[in-house]
């Protein structure tokens, strides 16, 4: 498992907070959750090698380094569970990191135009849900995104997306490689004068 090393660059740079949009399916396990309802029960089921959340250590020990990040979930899960049980999943140091989700609960009563938003949710693409949320809570410069889903990404912010493959996501050594380079160049950014988020 290739985490990589920051090594002595970490002592002089001057942290900036960012903040980490968290898919979960493709992420931190293969793209194969499915949600199962029947009469007796409700549950999660992951039809594929593994179990739910078998990555998410990797996560962990990634942003470990970081203590200002913040975390907002980017997942269809928020959706389909509600934020506080889609947020319960992820470990207590994660969880203590989550400030939000791009969905939330009062969006299937606010309209845009003659359509409620939560009917024109899912015609957007994560980017646009992404940035949806950017637009309206104005976060800051210092952000990126780990997810599978990679259609519809404006190229004057790919650089912010950490895009993992459906089937092995954070469990693969270059996407680790990835992160952690955008991971630095977000925590980084005040010393080059703003918040690019992208390495050199």
């Given amino acids: 498992m290739m985490l990589g090393s920051r090594g002595g660059r970490r002592k002089s740079a001057t942290f900036v907070e960012m903040i980490v949009f968290l898919d979960y399916d493709g992420v931190l396990h293969p793209d194969a959750a499915y949600y199962v309802q029947s009469r007796r ?30 975390i907002v979930l980017s997942t269809s899960w928020v959706r389909e569970l509600g934020f506080s049980k889609a947020r319960a999943f992820l470990s207590p140091w994660l969880q203590s990191r989550v400030i939000g989700g791009t969905w939330h609960s009062m969006m299937s009563q606010h309209r845009e135009g003659f359509h409620r938003i939560s009917e024109r949710w899912s015609e957007l693409t994560r980017y646009q849900q992404i940035a949806r949320y950017i ?24 650089h912010r997306l950490v895009a993992t493959d459906p089937s092995t996501g954070l469990s693969d050594p270059a996407t680790q490689e990835l992160l952690i380079e955008r991971l630095y160049a977000c925590a980084h950014s005040s010393d080059r004068g703003g918040g690019s988020c992208i390495y050199d």
């Fill in 135 to 158: 637009s309206t809570k104005k976060p800051g410069d210092s952000w990126i995104a780990i997810d599978d889903d990679i259609l519809g990404w404006d190229q004057s912010v790919a």
């Fill in 41 to 70: 029960r409700s549950y999660i089921e992951l039809r594929a090698d593994g179990e739910l959340f078998m990555w998410m250590p990797i996560l962990e020990r990634l942003l470990e380094p970081y203590s200002d990040v913040k």
